[in-house]
């Protein structure tokens, strides 16, 4: 019962690099979510899928892709990194509509330097 | 756009004590409330749940309500251990695809 599984758990890039940070989920969620999270801001929503096949951007989404490679995946690209895209990365994932509740991974922790 | 707030920001309490944490948020139109708990540099933990429909869930010493009107929710903890320890985080389902919204958290500490 893996959940939510996130890789990289950490990462240094030097800015200008890229780099997708993966995301799956076993639990045959339809929606995926990326937030990031930073001391004071809280978490706040970079992108999302609510379905297989679609992707809609959310508060922060600059600097940012996405890619929901099929139903149990959902990766997020940096192009061309920033220091002030140094975070605390967490995926989520929901059945539909959060009924059941979200569930979320373990997180990546991201320096750009 | 869909504002959580939690208060206090930061709380300290002696152990055994019972305790409350706030959160409100401005739009009522919720699907849903959910209460995660994050310990220093690890993930987040759901705690409870709570449907737009239902006013508390419980769990163990943890007991959360909803008043969907008001815009309030709270997490009651009894007898508060140690253990406790970490910061508590409120998100409520928006509309955006159904993303949460968070507020900021409460950090909290139990002292021995």
């Known amino acids: 019962n893996a959940g939510v599984t996130q890789t990289p758990k950490f990462q240094v890039l030097k800015t200008g690099q890229s780099m997708t940070l993966q995301c799956a989920q076993d639990m045959n969620h339809n929606s995926m979510y990326w937030y990031r999270q930073d001391p004071g801001m809280g978490l706040r929503l970079i992108y999302y899928?609510?379905?297989?096949?679609?992707?809609d951007k959310g508060e922060v989404p600059n600097g940012y892709n996405v890619s929901r490679l099929n139903k149990r995946e959902f990766s997020l690209r940096l192009e061309s990194a920033a220091p002030s895209q140094t975070s605390v990365y967490f995926c989520?994932?929901?059945?539909?509509?959060?009924?059941?509740?979200?569930?979320f991974g373990s997180g990546t922790r991201l320096t750009v330097v | 756009k869909q504002e959580v707030t939690q208060i206090p920001a930061a709380l300290s309490v002696p152990e055994g004590e019972n305790l409350v944490l706030n959160c409100s948020f401005t739009d009522s139109a919720i699907y849903n409330l959910q209460w995660f708990r994050q310990d220093p540099g690890k993930g987040l933990t759901s705690l409870l749940l709570?449907?737009?429909?239902?006013r508390e869930q419980t769990s163990g010493r943890l007991n959360a309500s909803l008043d969907k009107s008001s815009g309030r929710s709270t997490l009651y903890i009894a007898a508060s251990q140690p253990g406790d320890s970490a910061t508590y985080l409120c998100?409520?389902?928006?509309?955006?695809?159904?993303?949460?919204?968070f507020g900021k958290g409460t950090s909290l500490l139990v002292t021995p």
């Open positions: 709570i449907q737009s429909s239902q």
């Open positions: 998100a409520v389902t928006g509309d955006s695809g159904y993303a949460l919204n």
């Open positions: 989520a994932s929901t059945l539909t509509g959060g009924v059941y509740g979200y569930t």
């Open positions: 899928s609510a379905s297989e096949g679609t992707t």
